[in-house]
């Protein structure tokens, strides 16, 4: 990579992307796939992926699934779960609703597959597309321009600035500071308590998302055993983090119920804090946020992951749609921001709402989602709409 040259009209690349991680790379991936290439460059923070083991699990819908496929990496995943059924409940009171793959002619609602097994395979993927990927890259600064966007980064030691016509954000959500971009939050006061957890009776295939008045617990298929998401206020998720094996599973069967019978081993638990982040706008002159840098979900329905994953995939459609001279510009960021609103916006206000409808105390409310779960259950036309705005974003 070179220092920006005399010439104010000068690139170092058509597009960089801030980030290597899923989004960056599928974007990249993405944009790899046009006829004439176009110059790209990925700058990655992380040195060395296999020097960190990230536990974490991920729930791809279906509609993931096909993106990674166009861009060629769904082949390369040796063992991601399907899930074909999700039950959803409320504990301690009556109406639940079961939603299937086959109501909608789908294999698979989801996929459930570990973090580190889908970063390894974009990594692997990013070194032979075509794109200049740069690890160990610490960008420190990004600022939008009428005729450019600008990237400071340090690497090996020295300070380095890139010039492109596009710049994706793409870091996940990191205290990256750019002009013209507000970042709101909002505290939902709940902590993800999260593990691996082998349960009695074999799981099918099966998911379950059970709403308490302290947050959701979702159960996802994966491998052999399930991964667990137990939502909590955050004193009680230390608490669970202090238990030892054996009272912890105690806890969470008295929590869940005994549908998947006893709780027999979990995996040492992690804690992280849930809210809602949202940057306003998306797009500047010659930049895009994209993923959690854009927007940062509750957990619940696992619509997060698989937004950003759209809106990677959709920057790069609009990017390949335009001559070289008019990507990054305004035109270009107007369609594609105006073409992700509805899915983001409806992404943000479906999760938003069922936080804050099913943990809540107010009188009369359970009885309420109690209905509304059942008649979700007795109506196809309803379950149909749900599943597949839940697969393919609020576009469905």
């Known amino acids: 990579m070179t220092q920006l040259a005399a010439d104010a009209n000068a690139f170092d690349a058509d597009v960089i992307i801030v980030g290597g991680g899923p989004v960056g790379a599928t974007l990249a991936l993405a944009l790899s796939q046009s006829t004439a ?16 083991r990230d536990t974490r699990t991920l729930a791809l819908s279906h509609g993931s699934r096909l993106i990674l496929e166009r861009v060629g990496i769904w082949q390369k995943l040796s063992s991601p779960t399907p899930i074909t059924r999700i039950h959803i409940s409320q504990r301690g009171s009556f109406g639940r609703a079961l939603l299937g793959a086959d109501e909608v002619g789908m294999p698979a609602l989801g996929y459930v597959i570990a973090h580190s097994e889908l970063q390894t395979a974009l990594h692997e993927a990013l070194l032979t597309c075509g794109a200049r990927y740069l690890r160990g890259a610490q960008v420190s600064e990004v600022t939008p321009g009428a005729a450019a966007a600008q990237v400071h980064y340090m690497r090996e030691g020295a300070t380095q600035t890139g010039k492109a016509r596009l710049v994706a954000l793409a870091d996940g959500g990191r205290s990256l500071q750019i002009p013209g971009i507000v970042r709101t939050s909002r505290d939902y006061r709940q902590s993800a308590v999260v593990c691996q957890v082998h349960t009695e009776l074999p799981h099918h295939n099966l998911a379950y998302e059970r709403f308490t008045e302290e947050g959701p617990a979702a159960l996802l298929p994966s491998g052999d055993h399930y991964a667990l998401v137990w939502t909590a206020t955050p004193e009680r998720a230390q608490v669970l983090l202090a238990l030892n094996d054996a009272d912890f599973l105690a806890q969470l069967h008295t929590h869940f119920g005994d549908r998947q019978g006893r709780f027999l ?13 949202q940057s306003q706008p998306v ?26 994953l759209r809106d990677a995939w959709e920057l790069a459609q609009a990017t390949l749609a335009c001559v070289p001279e008019a990507i990054g510009g305004t035109a270009m960021l107007k369609r594609y921001s105006a073409g992700r609103r509805l899915d983001t916006q409806g992404g943000i206000f479906f999760t938003d709402l069922l936080v804050r409808a099913f943990s809540n105390r107010m009188p ?26 839940m697969i393919f974003g609020a576009k469905g």
């Not at 638990?269 to 809602?276: D, E, N, T, Y």
């Not at 959690?292 to 937004?307: T, Y």
């Open 37 to 52: 290439p176009l110059d790209v460059l990925v700058l990655e923070a992380q040195a060395d992926f296999s020097a960190r």
């Open 283 to 308: 797009t500047r002159e010659h930049l895009a946020l994209i993923g959690n840098a854009a927007q940062m979900l509750h957990p619940v329905a696992g619509q997060g992951f698989n937004m950003g």
């Open 364 to 389: 009369g409310l359970r009885q309420l989602r109690g209905l509304a779960l059942s008649a979700l259950d007795a109506l196809p036309p309803a379950k149909s709409f749900v599943v597949r705005r």
């Open 265 to 277: 081993a979990a995996t040492p638990r992690l804690s992280f804090p849930l809210s809602l982040h």
